[in-house]
């Protein structure tokens, strides 16, 4: 996989070339149609290999009078070759300027704003993402043993347990399956520096750094592993207090010993979501 964080760009070489479309901008400075200045190197390159094996050497005026009559613009745009891509200052000065152009904010145009939600209703709005929510009833239908004021009922926890996260969570269910369509992220917006930095704040530019979709993934995975740790012990919680009375007069410090390490794995998410990323290099 390429990667303009891997070009060098102290030398003029294919990659960096290639990256910054210089001749391109060789064109634009000279005020010749796209293709020119390639097309003069090209053509130089044809007569430097046909003629290289000569003892006299490759006689560069001779090139400029075989195309001067047909091409005269080839001419131009090779002395802009010779003068900002061969000469060492005119290399550095271009990447500069390339450089400058691409991270400068005011060369970004903004989608245009939109009063629309981002929330997409797959009813109305099929989006074909393959995205189905989990089957879940949404009401409590179990025992509603009454109490004066509020109350925590076992069945409810029972039910919360395994209708709720016993659904979300283990192997096929939302969160594994969704991790693993993370990891499967790819984008490849484009060859320009902006768009690579972009794609290194995605995917992540070393091995040691997953990116946002590194970092979301691990929280994905890690949310499944301490939910199902708040489902064994909600459900512990329950068989322990069959009692309404005794589950409602659990003190604080009770509680939190009974849930144990299931908060602590709640508590590890707030980790997450921490990356900062700038794509203009300040």
Known sequence: MSSLARIDWGYPNDKAISAMNAYGMGDAAIGKPEGTTQAAY????????KHQNNRTGVNYERWKDEVRAEHPEWIEARE???????DTDGWRNLVKTYKDNITDPSNVTPPAFTDKSDWIDEDKTPTNSGFTPPGINPTFKGDTASTS???VNTAAL???AKEILGKITGAGNILLTTADQVGAIDPRPGA???AEVL??????ATAQDGGVKGDMK??????NTALLAVQTALLKMAADYRNLEELNALTT???GEIMGDSFKGLDNLSTYGQKIIKTDGN
């Open 218 to 223: 691990d929280m994905l995975v890690n949310m």
């Open 42 to 49: 090209d053509s130089w390159m044809a007569f430097y290999n």
């Open 199 to 204: 794609r290194q704040a995605v995917v992540g």
């Open 149 to 151: 004021g509020v109350a």
């Open 158 to 160: 029972e039910w919360f």
């Open 192 to 194: 320009f520096a902006r």
């Open 80 to 86: 802009w070759y010779d003068k900002n891509i061969l």
């Open 253 to 255: 410090d009770k509680l």
